[in-house]
């Protein structure tokens, strides 16, 4: 079955500085990848996605991330956070394969980004 | 171009109550999928709608949970009686068509914050 870690729970950086939260996925052929956040009090808005190609992805608020199959990782950067960056942020798989057209996501438990001045 | 609408925003019931959901999805999805977020994980699919029909419930507690999407727009998400694992944030999510390709991406709303005493 397709899972999802997040190994950090809660990070924290300084305004300014880069930022890479870590993805790692279990899944049994080429996977869909996702990266969400989440503000407070509002639903989740999509980063950026992978499909197929380009291994680096670019995406939304100047995120982006790097698929590696050989390390089973899919993680975010941002090369210098700002305030407003600061919210739950969460990975997620799409699948499983034997479901094509119908694939569903499966999320990782989220990392929490605060940001200080 | 309006998004996912949900109502109430916070609830707050005793246990063995009943308690309703109520979404809206962006016009013209024909696909709509709820949420649980309980504190400290990532969203579980609890049900996806296509249209009027039910695709999948298969994480859905029946016992206690139910949830309908007459005519196909709005859905309303059910449980009765609640428990105290039921509290969580109930996100509801709204696509064009089911699956996950490029062109297709589901669109959350702020969710329901759901506190069982």
């Known amino acids: 079955a397709q899972s999802v870690t997040q190994p950090d729970i809660h990070i924290t950086v300084s305004e300014g500085a880069s930022l890479e939260l870590r993805c790692n996925y279990s899944?049994?052929?080429?996977?869909?990848l996702f990266w969400y956040v989440q503000s407070p009090g509002q639903g989740l808005q999509l980063l950026l996605k992978?499909?197929?190609?380009?291994?680096l992805v670019q995406g939304i608020k100047g995120f982006e991330a790097e698929f590696k199959r050989s390390q089973s990782s899919f993680n975010l950067r941002k090369p210098s956070v700002h305030w407003s960056d600061a919210a739950e942020y969460f990975c997620?798989?799409?699948?499983?394969?034997?479901?094509?057209?119908?694939?569903?996501?499966?999320f990782g438990t989220g990392t929490r980004l605060t940001i200080i001045p | 171009e309006a998004g996912v609408a949900q109502s109430p925003r916070y609830k707050i019931i005793e246990k063995r109550q009943s308690v309703a959901f109520w979404c809206n999805p962006i016009?013209?999805?024909?696909?709509l999928y709820w949420y649980q977020q309980i504190l400290g994980q990532g969203p579980k699919l609890l049900i996806q709608f296509q249209n009027n029909g039910v695709v999948d419930d298969s994480q859905l507690p029946k016992d206690r949970f139910s949830a309908e999407r007459l005519k196909g727009v709005d859905s309303t998400l059910k449980i009765q009686p609640a428990k105290l694992e039921d509290s969580a944030v109930y996100l509801c999510?709204?696509?064009?068509?089911?699956?996950?390709?490029?062109?297709?991406?589901?669109?959350f709303g702020p969710g329901t914050r759901l506190t069982v005493l």
């Open positions: 992978y499909f197929s190609g380009d291994t």
């Open positions: 899944y049994g052929a080429t996977p869909y």
């Open positions: 016009s013209g999805h024909a696909t």
């Open positions: 999510a709204s696509s064009l068509g089911p699956g996950l390709n490029l062109y297709n991406e589901q669109f």
């Open positions: 997620a798989v799409g699948g499983p394969i034997s479901n094509f057209g119908n694939e569903k996501l499966t």
